[in-house]
C-alpha cells in the first residue's frame, strides 16, 4: 500500500490550490480516506474525509465553505480543491487510508507542503 500525495505550492492570500493523492495497493472506492494537515509547531487537524462506497464526504468547519473532495476511479487520485486559502491554511498536507475496521489511519503518504503568503 502506498499514498503519494502532489500538488503543495505557495500560494498568495485567496488562492486556490488542488492537492492529489495517488494510491496503490487499494482503491479509493472500497476504503475510506482522509486529508490532515500539521502547521508548524501544531498537531494534526483533520481536514476531510471520502467514504466512497457509501457517496458521502464530510469537511471540517475549517474548511467547509472553501474545500472539494473529489474522486478520479479510473486515476485512483483523491483531490482537494481548495480555494480563498487564507495564512492559517498553511501546513503539510497529508492523505491518509483509514482502516475500515478499526476507524484509525493505517497509511499515510509523505506530505506535501502548502504555504500561504504574499
Known amino acids: 500500500v502506498q499514498l503519494v500525495e502532489s500538488g503543495g505550492d505557495l500560494v498568495q492570500p485567496g488562492g486556490s490550490l488542488r492537492l492529489s493523492c495517488v494510491a496503490s495497493g487499494f482503491t479509493f472506492s472500497d476504503s475510506p480516506m482522509s486529508w490532515v494537515r500539521q502547521a508548524p509547531g501544531k498537531g494534526l487537524e483533520w481536514v476531510a474525509s471520502m467514504y466512497s462506497f457509501i457517496n458521502k464526504i464530510y469537511y471540517s468547519d475549517s474548511v467547509s465553505d472553501r474545500a472539494t473532495l473529489t474522486l478520479d476511479k479510473a486515476k485512483n487520485t483523491v483531490s482537494l480543491e481548495m480555494n480563498g486559502l487564507k495564512s492559517e491554511d498553511s501546513a503539510v498536507y497529508y492523505c491518509?487510508?483509514?482502516?475500515?475496521?478499526?476507524?484509525?489511519?493505517?497509511?499515510w503518504g509523505q506530505g506535501t507542503q502548502v504555504t500561504v503568503s504574499s
Open positions: 491518509a487510508r483509514v482502516n475500515g475496521v478499526g476507524g484509525y489511519y493505517d497509511y
